[in-house]
């Protein structure tokens, strides 16, 4: 089945520091790529998708690009800032959009 | 406008009792889902209904049961609560179709002591 693998958190910046979380995910077909966030206390909203190989989802500095030869979706950021603190959920949905599929989440700690 | 609302946002309750889980959304859309977020935040999909239908049931215990009176609105009743339901419980809905965004509710911590 499809399945979505994140690195494992807590990630520590300092701000303004680059930020990286990797994400890689094996799917039948052409699933469509998200990255949710959810800040503390909060549900989840969706930060950025992407629908097919070679796009790249952008939202609040955030980016990321469908990369299908290595099935990843990367997300990165150039300068990160204390109100990033959250935790984020790379996801997949399949080629029905039926469903989310969820990596385990990457929490993310800036500070000052 | 709340997108997708899930009451109540908070629940604590003792072992055997038996609760439900509201949920509407005024998206206009046709799916509607149950997710469940353990201790360690791990996010898993429970059920999908689309159009008032069945078209994903997780290996979930059968003392939870989904009712979608109409295609706005996803409850969860769960019977004989056990320790280990204690999680955060998100509703959300999409359009059908690959690609679509799944918006989520703010989600309902519930306790059960």
């Known amino acids: 089945g499809d399945s979505v693998t994140q690195m494992e958190g807590p990630v520590t910046l300092s701000e303004e520091a680059f930020l990286t979380i990797n994400c890689t995910y094996t799917?039948?077909?052409?699933?469509?790529l998200f990255w949710y966030v959810q800040y503390p206390g909060e549900g989840l909203q969706l930060l950025l998708k992407?629908?097919?190989?070679?796009d790249k989802g952008s939202n609040k500095g955030f980016e990321a690009t469908y990369r299908k030869e290595t099935t990843s979706f990367h997300l990165e950021k150039g300068s990160v800032q204390v109100s990033d603190s959250a935790v984020y959920f790379c996801?997949?949905?399949?080629?029905?959009?039926?469903?989310?599929?969820f990596g385990g989440g990457t929490r993310l700690m800036v500070k000052p | 406008d709340t997108a997708v609302s899930q009451t109540p946002k908070y629940l604590v309750t003792q072992m055997g009792n038996d609760k439900s889980i509201k949920c509407e959304q005024n998206?206009?859309?046709?799916?509607m889902y149950w997710y469940k977020q353990d201790s360690k935040k791990f996010l898993k999909i429970m059920f999908s209904?689309?159009?008032?239908?069945?078209?994903i049931n997780e290996t979930v215990p059968n003392r939870f049961s989904p009712k979608s009176p109409d295609k706005a609105h996803l409850n969860l009743h769960i019977n004989s609560l056990e320790l280990g339901d204690s999680a955060v419980y998100f509703c959300?809905?999409?359009?059908?179709?690959?690609?679509?965004?799944?918006?989520f509710g703010e989600g309902s911590w519930l306790t059960v002591v």
């Open positions: 996801a997949l949905s399949d080629s029905a959009g039926n469903m989310l599929t």
């Open positions: 209904y689309n159009n008032k239908e069945l078209i």
């Open positions: 992407a629908t097919k190989a070679d």
């Open positions: 799917a039948t077909g052409y699933p469509s």
């Open positions: 998206l206009g859309h046709d799916t």
């Open positions: 959300a809905s999409s359009q059908e179709g690959s690609g679509n965004t799944i918006y």
